[in-house]
């Protein structure tokens, strides 16, 4: 072997090696990302998100304050806040895991340049997502120095959920998981889009009910507070820009705006339900194998988080309920982001007016009959 041909053979591995390694980074930041985001409910709604009233350190310290002299130089540079070494802990748990998240979205990006060009080699992505954890470092920063302001723990939440979906869409792309040369029908796509950008609202939603604390200002169902519509205030409910300098924790919103933000999470949730169950029955009875099993994950995910829910209110907002109300509308999420990359990466089946068909079908004598095939076959290409 000349020397440049071995060099060449030198380089290609190397770049097999990264390639190699970009997809086991993007698999574990994947689950470590489902992980951060249900670790980081659990410890907002066990009240913990105040554990540290500084950022990046708690209490100016690497590790929370633990031991008898640790709690007492606390409380002295701290003397507003009350020392809980459990909260703490819970807060720089939290931390520590999205830490170690940003540094494998660090590792793919500093790999998608080095084999950036590459056959296969996503850039724009990885790049993406580098400045969507700076800023989610940068929410998490506001979050304890704003004092849980509702806005910006909420977008904290949504900022989680969009980095879990890209980089679940990186490790689709990457594995290429779906084939292309596969048809769907193109108002298939348009709904899956449109299901999507109804849970995206939906997700916001539920997090402005759980960051105002609103959850049992409805503590019945399916009436609130006895009534179906109880007396409401919408542009209480929905103000973003609040005072700055005051604690949220508890919230702060009048019962008139709580209720609304809490009716309208429900409402949102009877439109989600319609929506995507609607668009998962409709796959389920496709003939594409893979869209039936992505709608059967859908359906799932979504009873059982509409179930949690009610739940949630029914039993009077019990801890692990909550948690894992936060974890499945992640894992509903992914199963429609999952549709929606199947979708976009397959070629458009357009089916064709009820005119066309006629056309179609007089030009080969054979009117009626091909008609109705016609139609069977746009659903079933679904
Ligand atoms: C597909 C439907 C639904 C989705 C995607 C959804 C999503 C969410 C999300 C993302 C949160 C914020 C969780 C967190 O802060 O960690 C939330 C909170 C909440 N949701 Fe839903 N939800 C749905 C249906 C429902 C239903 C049907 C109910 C009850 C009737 C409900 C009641 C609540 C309550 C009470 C909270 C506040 C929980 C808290 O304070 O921790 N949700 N929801």
């Known amino acids: 072997m000349s020397h440049r041909s071995a060099r060449e053979y030198l380089i290609r591995i190397a770049h097999r090696n990264m390639n190699r390694t970009f997809s086991k980074t993007s698999i574990a930041a994947l689950l470590l990302a489902f992980i951060v985001i249900v670790v980081g409910a659990?410890?907002?709604?066990?009240?913990?998100?105040?554990?540290?009233?500084?950022?990046?350190?708690?209490?100016?310290?690497?590790?929370?304050?633990?031991?008898?002299?640790?709690?007492?130089?606390?409380?002295?540079?701290?003397?507003?806040?009350?020392?809980?070494?459990?909260?703490?802990?819970?807060?720089?748990?939290?931390?520590?895991?999205?830490?170690?998240?940003?540094?494998?979205?660090?590792?793919?990006?500093?790999?998608?340049?080095?084999?950036?060009?590459?056959?296969?080699?996503?850039?724009?992505?990885?790049?993406?997502?580098?400045?969507l954890v700076i800023f989610q470092g940068m929410l998490g920063m506001w979050t304890v120095t704003l004092l849980l302001k509702p806005a910006i723990v909420t977008m904290h939440l949504v900022t989680g959920l969009l980095t879990l979906s890209?980089?679940?869409?990186?490790?689709?792309?990457?594995?290429?998981?779906?084939?292309?040369?596969?048809?769907?029908?193109?108002?298939?796509?348009?709904?899956?889009?449109?299901?999507?950008?109804?849970?995206?609202?939906?997700?916001?939603?539920?997090?402005?009910?759980s960051t105002n604390y609103v959850a049992l200002y409805c503590p019945d169902f399916p009436t609130c507070q006895g009534q179906w519509w109880p007396q409401t205030d919408f542009p209480e409910a929905f103000t973003f820009i609040k005072e700055i300098g005051i604690n949220y924790e508890?919230?702060?919103?009048?019962?008139?705006?709580?209720?609304?933000?809490?009716?309208?999470?429900?409402?949102?949730?009877?439109?989600?339900?319609?929506?995507?169950?609607?668009?998962?029955?409709?796959?389920?009875?496709?003939?594409?194998?893979?869209?039936?099993?992505?709608?059967?994950f859908i359906s799932g995910f979504l009873c059982i988080q509409i179930s949690l829910g009610i739940a949630n209110v029914l039993l009077l907002l019990p801890i692990q309920i909550a948690v894992s109300h936060n974890a499945f509308a992640a894992l509903l999420l992914l199963s429609l982001v999952t549709l929606n990359y199947r979708t976009s990466i397959s070629t458009t089946k357009r089916i064709s007016s009820p005119e066309e068909k006629t056309e179609k079908t007089e030009k080969n004598g054979n009117t009626l009959n091909t008609a109705t095939t016609d139609t069977t076959a746009g659903l079933k290409t679904a």
């Not at 590790?63 to 802990?89: C, G, L, M, R, Y």
């Not at 939290?94 to 850039?123: D, T, V, W």
């Not at 989600?272 to 099993?293: E, H, M, P, Q």
Request: charged share 15%; net charge positive; hydrophobic share 50%.
């Open 42 to 131: 659990y410890v907002r709604l066990s009240d913990a998100g105040l554990g540290c009233p500084d950022w990046p350190g708690c209490y100016g310290q690497i590790t929370a304050p633990d031991d008898f002299h640790e709690i007492q130089k606390a409380s002295e540079v701290f003397p507003h806040s009350e020392v809980n070494s459990a909260k703490a802990w819970k807060e720089m748990f939290h931390r520590y895991l999205a830490s170690s998240l940003g540094l494998l979205i660090l590792a793919m990006a500093f790999l998608a340049i080095k084999n950036r060009g590459r056959e296969g080699q996503q850039l724009y992505l990885p790049l993406a997502l580098v400045a």
């Open 250 to 296: 508890g919230g702060t919103l009048t019962n008139e705006a709580g209720v609304t933000v809490h009716l309208m999470h429900r409402i949102g949730a009877l439109l989600t339900f319609f929506v995507i169950g609607s668009l998962a029955l409709v796959l389920i009875r496709s003939s594409d194998k893979t869209l039936r099993n992505i709608a059967y």
């Open 166 to 209: 890209l980089l679940l869409w990186t490790a689709l792309k990457h594995h290429q998981v779906f084939s292309a040369k596969t048809e769907v029908a193109s108002h298939i796509r348009n709904w899956s889009r449109l299901a999507l950008v109804i849970l995206a609202v939906q997700i916001f939603l539920g997090g402005w009910t």
